[in-house]
């Protein structure tokens, strides 16, 4: 196992030769208290980093899950630290859910997990183990785009599309919830999702109109 001292060659500037020096400082301690030099269990990546060019062996935790998203069930083993959004988009290659902040301020990974909508860079993917998840790709039922996305389109309700699919799959929320909002009532239910492009008008419109066809169709049937 490297000495501490081994550390000192490691580090760029001062500071991150102290923080380097903290981080294997500890595990030290941990390994000469549990008796291992092989680290299991959950560490940050910035630590796993300093003690991967230190030489110690880090070997991660997994854990394996099952989700079903979009109608198909998923069992992947992964790292207990993935995000949900991680999952949805390097995992399973659904790339329609966007990551805008990481800090679950703009929506734009917006999902339904279990009929709600969340912000899935929110949300561990070990925490959506069992659940049922739709994305924006399973939006969209027999070929035929769903009312909101339908909305979007006929309104106008993008310019770049960054912010869409969060806005698309908040906005199903709010009509699942509500099936005929006020403009209000629809601002209020996509606070949560910002769009730098197109100054929510036509968002709201296109909210309204995919109302509209909910409304419509429910009494066609
Ligand atoms: Fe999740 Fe912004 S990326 S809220
Ligand atoms: Fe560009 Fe909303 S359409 S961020």
Redesign the pocket.
Known sequence: MPKLQDTEKIGGSGHKVFNLKFQILNFEIWARLSGKSQLNHLICPATESSLLAAGYEVEQMKKQISVTVNGVTHQNEIEPRLLLVQYIRDVLNLTGTHVGCETSLCGACTVMVDGQAVKSCTMLAAQADGSTVTTIEGLAQGGELHPVQNGFWEHHG???????PG?IMAAAQILQRNPDPTDEEIRHGLEGNL????GYQNIVQAVQCAAKKMKSKSVAR
């Open positions: 993008l310019q770049c599309g960054y912010c869409t806005m769009c730098r492009c197109t």
